[in-house]
């Protein structure tokens, strides 16, 4: 399976016609044809239905799209980190991130490396911590900042100096505005919007269960969201409480939501991690040792 032969298979998934995708690619249309044919005789399953004038992805097709994706993804990052050697203040750095305010944390440090390197370039890529952990084993991302909570024995990692608070984002106008704080028997009969990683029973220690306890099964739990900027507009809509993070959705006069902490005080650590025993390009290596002076 030839590098050049995914590009020719991802373009025409993008462009989802043949002749359109070769022209793109200065090809000609047979000779497209004859390189996708003989790519799903390589692999033996057909990854195209074609119609009279598109084409579109079997569900093989939509597999290996994935894949390809990642290969490109990391043939990229490996010529990046080859061509960066010839130059010692170059190259590109690789986070993966969650939705968390301490983020700001990890923008000192880049502002401190960019100041002294100029030609090293941060590549920020958002998601929960399932889809980021998978990027980072691969090698696809350097660095991935995890939300308690994650697994640890997988990686190498740094606890950075901030914690984050577990509350609900609920509107103004509400009734339960007017309390400091959130109890369970507060919310155990109204509809909840709730992070999908907040409560996967896999983790051996989750903090969201734990606090909510044998109540979470009584819970209304009225949709799921992996990001709580989409959670805050189903809230504003008034389609159900979103539990969430502090200081991700502003608090203002003119913004129709506000934050009350969980009671007990639910806050969880936020830590930055890679593979053991990455080898690491001289960008990110360097980014690790402003990491390490900062934070320990």
């Known amino acids: 399976m030839e590098i050049r032969v995914l590009k020719y298979f991802l373009t025409v998934a993008e462009i989802g016609n043949i002749t359109k995708a070769a022209n793109s690619m200065h090809l000609t ?37 994935r894949r390809a994706q990642e290969i490109m993804e990391l043939v990229e990052k490996t010529e990046n980190e080859f061509f960066s050697i010839k130059d010692d203040v170059s190259g590109d750095i690789f986070i993966g991130a969650g939705e968390t305010k301490t983020i700001k944390l ?8 960019q100041k002294k390197y100029q030609k090293i370039k941060f590549h920020i890529v958002s998601g929960d911590s399932e ?34 608070t577990w509350g609900i984002l609920l509107r103004q106008d509400d009734p339960l505005a007017k309390k ?38 009584k819970m209304h739990i009225a949709g799921t969201y992996n990001l709580l900027y989409n959670a805050a507009i189903m809230t504003e809509n008034e389609i159900g409480y979103a539990l969430g993070l502090d200081r991700l959705i502003a ?12 009671n007990p005080k639910l806050q969880v650590c936020v830590s930055i991690a890679w593979k053991k025993n990455q080898v690491f390009s001289k960008a990110a290596k360097l980014f690790l040792d402003e990491m390490n002076v900062k934070f320990n």
């Not at 990890?106 to 490396?113: F, N, Q, S």
């Not at 308690?148 to 914690?163: H, R, T």
């Not at 608090?251 to 969980?262: E, K, V």
């Open 29 to 65: 249309q047979p000779t497209l044809s004859r390189q996708l044919q003989d790519l799903e005789r390589e692999l033996g399953q057909k990854l195209f239905v074609r119609g009279s004038k598109s084409v579109t992805l079997t569900p093989e097709g939509m597999v290996l799209r």
């Open 251 to 262: 608090d203002t006069l003119n913004s129709p939501l506000t934050f009350r902490p969980l």
């Open 180 to 217: 400091e704080s959130i109890k369970v028997e507060d919310i155990i009969n109204l509809p909840i919007l709730i992070s999908r990683q907040a409560i996967k029973k896999s983790f051996e220690n989750n903090p969201i269960l734990d606090w909510f306890g044998d109540n979470f099964d």
């Open 131 to 164: 889809d980021l952990s998978e990027k980072l084993d691969k090698g696809i991302l350097d660095f991935c900042i995890f939300i308690e909570p994650f697994v640890p024995d997988k990686y190498n990692y740094i606890n950075l100096s901030e914690k984050d």
């Open 106 to 113: 990890i923008a000192d440090v880049m502002k401190t490396l």
